[in-house]
Structure formats: structure tokens, C-alpha cells
């Protein structure tokens, strides 16, 4: 069984960085296409972006050049790079894996960490 861990959320000021890891443990994973979601309080689950086994990137407008995903095969990992955060950026942010080459909708998705709490104050 695939087990993805995220870690590096916390507390943050406006403005600031703040970089997600997210580890797969277990059995190899072959996962190609990944992703990261985010949830806020009282909403739904939304996409943040996306990344093929390619390395092409899709962003959420939202989020669109301010954050960065990256994946490191080697290391069966994925990372998000967000800078510039804003208090609405606020929620817990979710890791997944795909089997698909590319993959944006949350059906597309086969593989989910337990998520990470990402805080930011004004």
C-alpha cells in the first residue's frame, strides 16, 4: 500500500514562504502525475496545481505565480513552494498521486496524504 505523508505546513506572516513536502512510503510508488488540494474551513476541497509525468505545470489562478510544484522521482516526493501567501491562502493543503500522465480533476487522483495545516496571519 502507497502511504504519502505531507510535512512543512505551520504558522505563517502575510507575505512569507513556506515550503510542503510530501513523502510516499512504503511499497514503490509509481505514481505519475501529482498534485496538491487545498480545504479552508467550511469549503470544499480546491485544486491548487498540478504537475505531469512530464513536468508540466498547471496552477489554480489563485495561486498562479506564487506557488511552485516539484517532484523529486528519485526520492518518490513532491513539493510545493509557496511564496508571497496571503491570509486566504489559509487551509489544509493535501497531497496525491495519479497512475494517469496527467491528471487535474480529484477523480484523477488514486493516492492521498492525511494533509498539513498552513496558517496565515495579516
Known amino acids: 500500500q502507497v502511504q504519502l505523508a505531507e510535512s512543512g505546513g505551520g504558522l505563517v506572516q502575510a507575505g512569507g514562504s513556506l515550503r510542503l513536502s510530501c513523502a510516499a512510503a512504503?511499497?514503490?510508488?509509481?505514481?505519475?502525475?501529482m498534485g496538491w488540494f487545498r480545504q479552508a474551513p467550511g469549503k470544499e476541497r480546491e485544486f491548487v496545481a498540478t504537475?505531469?509525468?512530464?513536468?508540466?505545470?498547471y496552477y489554480a489562478d489563485s495561486v498562479k505565480g506564487r506557488f511552485t510544484i516539484s517532484r523529486d522521482k528519485a526520492k518518490n516526493s513532491a513539493y510545493l513552494h509557496m511564496n508571497s501567501l496571503k491570509p486566504e491562502d489559509t487551509a489544509v493543503y493535501y497531497c496525491?498521486?495519479?497512475?494517469?500522465?496527467?491528471?487535474?480533476?480529484?477523480?484523477?487522483?488514486?493516492?492521498w496524504g492525511q494533509g498539513t495545516q498552513v496558517t496565515v496571519t495579516s
Open positions: 496525491a498521486g495519479s497512475s494517469m500522465v496527467a491528471a487535474l480533476a480529484p477523480g484523477e487522483f488514486g493516492y
Open positions: 504537475i505531469s509525468r512530464s513536468g508540466a505545470t
Open positions: 512504503g511499497r514503490t510508488f509509481s505514481s505519475s502525475a
